[in-house]
């Protein structure tokens, strides 16, 4: 089954204590892409991937590390989650930038 | 800046149409999707404006209108299943998505 999975669903955590969100994708999509969604704000990317080895950063980078090795895994690392990064936060990825993003099922990030 | 503006929240009553506007000013413009996200759940893809005109899927259609700056997303013989926010989201000049807040739609029987 053509699909995007994420890694934990959900996480309770503490300021400080460094955490990864896994992303992987079966579809081999070039483009990838992480996202956080708060309430009444929408959909933010946060970092985004042309291709492997390529990233860039979204409108809200700040806190946030990615990389992109192989062309189906798209991690999303924070070093020193702080409590305003609580939030869900979703990967998702598409055939190239041009086309339509799928997404993961999301992953529910709290910061004590 | 980039911005796009689509209703907080909509109601509509079993059965009837409902049609959901989205405004946006960006810079380039390369695109401009719709898609559905249920409660605690993933985005799912609608649909994909980039000719202006009406594209129509199903019980689903969506208009564009490239020099107002304006789509619609028009949902038919609503069924209650199609209680879920509705996002807007343009595809600027580099190719990424600018999203809108959403709208989340009530179905009432």
């Known amino acids: 089954e053509a699909q995007v999975t994420q890694n934990p669903r959900y996480l309770i955590t503490v300021t400080g204590k460094k955490l990864t969100v896994t992303c992987s994708q079966n579809m081999n999509h070039e483009y990838m892409s992480w996202y956080r969604q708060d309430p009444g704000l929408g959909l933010r990317q946060i970092y985004y991937?042309?291709?492997?080895?390529?990233?860039d950063k979204g409108d809200v980078p700040e806190g946030y590390k990615v990389s992109r090795k192989e062309k189906r895994n798209f991690p999303l690392i924070l070093e020193s989650p702080s409590p305003n990064q609580t939030s869900l936060y979703f990967c998702?990825?598409?055939?190239?930038?041009?086309?339509?993003?799928?997404f993961g099922p999301g992953t529910r990030l709290t910061v004590l | 800046g980039q911005n796009i503006d689509q209703p907080t929240e909509m109601t509509a009553t079993e059965g009837a149409i409902v049609q959901i506007n989205c405004t946006y000013q960006t810079s380039g413009f390369n695109g401009l999707f719709w898609y559905q996200q249920h409660a605690g759940e993933a985005p799912t893809f609608l649909s994909y404006?980039?000719l202006d005109g009406l594209e129509e899927k199903g019980r689903f259609s969506s208009f564009l209108s490239r020099s107002k700056g304006y789509s619609y997303l028009l949902l038919k013989e609503l069924q209650m299943k199609d209680s879920a926010s509705y996002l807007c989201a343009v595809k600027g000049s580099n190719y990424q998505l600018i999203w809108g807040a959403g709208t989340k739609l009530i179905i009432k029987p």
């Open positions: 991937s042309m291709n492997v080895e390529v990233t």
């Open positions: 998702a990825s598409s055939l190239t930038s041009r086309n339509e993003q799928f």
């Open positions: 404006n980039v």
